[in-house]
Protein backbone atom coordinates (compact mmCIF):
# COMPACT_ATOMS: atom_id res chain seq x y z
CA UNK A 1 0.00 0.00 0.00
CA UNK A 2 3.11 2.27 0.54
CA UNK A 3 4.46 1.63 -2.67
CA UNK A 4 0.88 2.88 -4.23
CA UNK A 5 0.62 5.84 -2.18
CA UNK A 6 4.18 7.07 -2.96
CA UNK A 7 3.14 6.58 -7.10
CA UNK A 8 0.24 8.45 -6.19
CA UNK A 9 2.60 11.32 -4.62
CA UNK A 10 4.88 11.72 -7.07
CA UNK A 11 2.32 11.36 -10.01
CA UNK A 12 0.39 14.47 -8.97
CA UNK A 13 3.92 16.31 -8.74
CA UNK A 14 5.03 15.13 -12.20
CA UNK A 15 1.57 16.16 -13.55
CA UNK A 16 2.03 19.87 -12.39
CA UNK A 17 6.25 19.39 -13.87
CA UNK A 18 4.67 18.30 -17.13
CA UNK A 19 1.77 21.05 -17.28
CA UNK A 20 4.84 24.01 -16.87
CA UNK A 21 6.95 21.80 -19.63
CA UNK A 22 3.79 22.22 -22.00
CA UNK A 23 3.73 25.71 -20.82
CA UNK A 24 7.68 26.64 -21.91
CA UNK A 25 6.65 25.03 -25.28
CA UNK A 26 3.92 26.41 -26.45
CA UNK A 27 5.04 29.91 -27.28
CA UNK A 28 6.90 27.80 -29.64
CA UNK A 29 3.87 26.05 -31.58
CA UNK A 30 2.66 29.37 -31.64
CA UNK A 31 0.31 29.05 -28.64
CA UNK A 32 -1.59 26.27 -30.39
CA UNK A 33 -2.15 22.66 -29.41
CA UNK A 34 -0.06 20.02 -30.10
CA UNK A 35 -1.18 17.51 -32.61
CA UNK A 36 -0.58 13.73 -33.24
CA UNK A 37 1.45 14.57 -36.23
CA UNK A 38 3.86 16.26 -34.00
CA UNK A 39 5.83 13.46 -32.79
CA UNK A 40 8.41 15.54 -30.98
CA UNK A 41 5.92 16.73 -28.15
CA UNK A 42 5.45 13.08 -26.92
CA UNK A 43 8.84 12.27 -26.94
CA UNK A 44 9.69 15.67 -24.95
CA UNK A 45 7.59 14.92 -22.15
CA UNK A 46 9.03 11.03 -21.77
CA UNK A 47 12.28 12.93 -21.30
CA UNK A 48 10.86 15.37 -18.77
CA UNK A 49 9.16 12.47 -17.04
CA UNK A 50 12.91 10.84 -17.06
CA UNK A 51 15.13 13.62 -15.66
CA UNK A 52 12.34 14.15 -13.23
CA UNK A 53 12.55 10.46 -12.02
CA UNK A 54 16.43 9.90 -12.76
CA UNK A 55 17.19 13.37 -10.96
CA UNK A 56 16.11 12.41 -7.44
CA UNK A 57 16.90 8.73 -7.92
CA UNK A 58 20.24 9.31 -8.74
CA UNK A 59 20.69 12.43 -5.57
CA UNK A 60 19.62 11.08 -2.74
CA UNK A 61 17.24 8.12 -3.77
CA UNK A 62 14.11 9.79 -3.29
CA UNK A 63 11.56 11.78 -5.09
CA UNK A 64 9.10 13.59 -2.98
CA UNK A 65 6.24 10.33 -2.41
CA UNK A 66 9.63 8.17 -1.23
CA UNK A 67 10.35 10.83 1.06
CA UNK A 68 7.00 11.46 2.39
CA UNK A 69 7.12 7.37 3.46
CA UNK A 70 10.44 7.26 3.92
CA UNK A 71 11.50 4.53 1.05
CA UNK A 72 14.92 5.04 -0.97
CA UNK A 73 15.79 3.67 -4.46
CA UNK A 74 19.17 2.33 -4.03
CA UNK A 75 21.59 -0.46 -5.38
CA UNK A 76 21.27 -4.01 -4.35
CA UNK A 77 24.60 -3.03 -2.10
CA UNK A 78 22.24 0.18 -0.20
CA UNK A 79 24.40 2.64 -2.82
CA UNK A 80 23.05 5.02 -4.68
CA UNK A 81 22.00 4.22 -8.14
CA UNK A 82 23.86 5.35 -11.59
CA UNK A 83 22.09 7.41 -14.73
CA UNK A 84 22.49 4.00 -16.20
CA UNK A 85 20.57 2.14 -13.69
CA UNK A 86 17.77 5.24 -13.51
CA UNK A 87 17.78 4.64 -17.17
CA UNK A 88 16.92 0.98 -17.15
CA UNK A 89 14.37 1.47 -14.32
CA UNK A 90 12.58 4.00 -15.90
CA UNK A 91 12.03 2.32 -19.24
CA UNK A 92 11.18 -1.59 -17.46
CA UNK A 93 8.50 0.68 -15.38
CA UNK A 94 6.91 1.68 -18.55
CA UNK A 95 6.90 -1.73 -20.07
CA UNK A 96 5.57 -2.84 -16.32
CA UNK A 97 2.69 -0.73 -16.55
CA UNK A 98 1.91 -1.62 -20.18
CA UNK A 99 1.25 -4.92 -19.07
CA UNK A 100 -1.69 -3.99 -17.10
CA UNK A 101 0.69 -3.34 -13.91
CA UNK A 102 1.93 -7.18 -13.94
CA UNK A 103 5.63 -6.08 -13.33
CA UNK A 104 4.34 -3.71 -10.29
CA UNK A 105 1.92 -6.69 -8.58
CA UNK A 106 5.17 -9.25 -9.56
CA UNK A 107 6.41 -8.23 -5.63
CA UNK A 108 3.52 -9.94 -4.40
CA UNK A 109 5.14 -13.11 -5.05
CA UNK A 110 8.43 -12.00 -5.09
CA UNK A 111 11.19 -13.35 -2.20
CA UNK A 112 12.35 -10.14 -1.78
CA UNK A 113 9.29 -7.53 -2.98
CA UNK A 114 11.09 -6.94 -5.92
CA UNK A 115 9.18 -5.53 -8.74
CA UNK A 116 9.87 -6.37 -12.96
CA UNK A 117 11.63 -2.91 -13.01
CA UNK A 118 13.69 -3.75 -9.59
CA UNK A 119 15.01 -6.57 -11.18
CA UNK A 120 15.83 -5.30 -15.04
CA UNK A 121 17.89 -2.07 -13.15
CA UNK A 122 19.78 -4.27 -9.99
CA UNK A 123 17.88 -1.87 -7.79
CA UNK A 124 15.49 -2.05 -4.56
CA UNK A 125 13.41 0.10 -2.49
CA UNK A 126 15.01 0.17 1.00
CA UNK A 127 12.44 1.17 3.68
CA UNK A 128 13.37 2.82 7.22
CA UNK A 129 13.27 0.95 10.20
CA UNK A 130 12.37 4.10 12.10
CA UNK A 131 14.43 3.00 14.90
CA UNK A 132 17.90 2.79 13.62
CA UNK A 133 17.30 5.18 10.93
CA UNK A 134 18.82 2.56 8.66
CA UNK A 135 17.28 1.20 5.07
CA UNK A 136 16.32 -2.06 4.73
CA UNK A 137 14.11 -4.26 2.40
CA UNK A 138 10.64 -4.99 2.88
CA UNK A 139 12.10 -8.99 3.47
CA UNK A 140 15.28 -8.57 4.76
CA UNK A 141 16.84 -7.24 8.16
CA UNK A 142 18.71 -3.43 8.40
CA UNK A 143 22.18 -3.84 8.03
CA UNK A 144 24.72 -3.23 11.58
Same mark, same amino acid.
Given at each position: ???? /?????? #?? &??????? $?? @????? =??????????????????????????????? /?????? #?? &??????? $?? @????? =?????????????????????????????????????????????????????????????????
Amino acid at each position: MRRL /TVILYD #LL &LLIAILF $VA @TAVLL =PLNAGEAFTAQQFFFPIYLLLVSFFFYAWFW /THGGQT #LG &LRAWKIK $VL @TLDMK =PISWKQALFRFMAAIISWSFFGLGFLWILIDKNQRSWHDHLSQTALFFDTHDTHHYKTPSHKAPK
